[in-house]
């Protein structure tokens, strides 16, 4: 199992540029979630999905836009990229598991830079 | 969710237990009590949980006081790549998880 994937791993853009960055994961879990983590910070959630077909606001989700394709994939998109969205972007996945307890599990990350 | 407080960083030398506190007066009986960290540029890995008994994995050990207020994660021969930022999150299952700042943890020779 790769668990969950993330691509690309780094990316610049310009002001005003768009673009998507792409989560997949193979542990056939029900929710996905996207995070931005800003240098010397903790991460803060920007949108996630409890399940297929639904989506939901987090802590900061201007200048985002999420689309839950299948159960697997869970696209971020930056319809126009600012500087201030120069950060660390991660994705997670989770099922709600037995014990009344959830596990989220993280992919790698993209670094972003925006000029 | 409840408001958690760790220290900033700790250090704990090779081969010694790491014993990593955190502070959660405001807990609520449906709370629990998770560990992720985070190594350096890599996203975060989930540890342990727990809700009111000690618990115990092949990472680490979770130690919960009686009132719940506190708890102390372990780890029970620190090595080098322990070194990380350690983060107690305490949240009703399928909440999101919300991280503060977290415990840097420096393990040293």
């Known amino acids: 199992n790769a668990g969950v994937t993330q691509t690309p791993k780094f990316q610049v853009l310009k002001t005003g540029q768009s673009m998507t960055l792409q989560c997949a994961q193979d542990?056939?879990?029900?929710?996905m979630y996207w995070y931005r983590q800003d240098p010397g910070m903790g991460l803060r959630l920007i949108y996630y999905?409890?399940?297929?077909?639904?989506?939901d606001k987090g802590e900061v989700p201007n200048g985002y836009n999420v689309s839950r394709l299948n159960k697997r994939e869970f696209s971020l998109r930056l319809e126009s990229a600012a500087p201030s969205q120069t950060s660390v972007y991660f994705c997670a996945s989770s099922e709600f598991g037995g014990r009344n307890q959830e596990t989220q599990y993280f992919g790698p990350g993209t670094r972003l830079l925006v000029l | 969710d409840a408001k958690t407080t760790q220290p900033t960083s700790m250090d704990c030398a090779e081969g010694r237990a790491a014993n990593l506190p955190c502070n959660h007066s405001t807990i609520s009986g449906n709370e629990y009590v998770y560990w992720y960290r985070q190594i350096h540029s890599q996203g975060p890995q989930y540890i342990i949980h727990?809700?009111?008994n000690n618990e115990t994995n092949e990472m680490a050990s979770l130690i919960i006081t009686e009132d719940r207020k506190s708890s102390t994660l372990i780890l029970p021969h620190a090595t080098l790549r322990d070194t990380a930022v350690y983060y107690c999150?305490?949240?009703?299952?399928?909440?999101?998880?919300?991280f503060g700042a977290g415990t840097i943890l420096r393990v040293k020779s």
């Open positions: 999150i305490v949240r009703v299952p399928r909440n999101k998880l919300v």
């Open positions: 542990m056939n879990h029900n929710s």
């Open positions: 999905s409890a399940s297929e077909g639904t989506t």
């Open positions: 727990g809700l009111k």
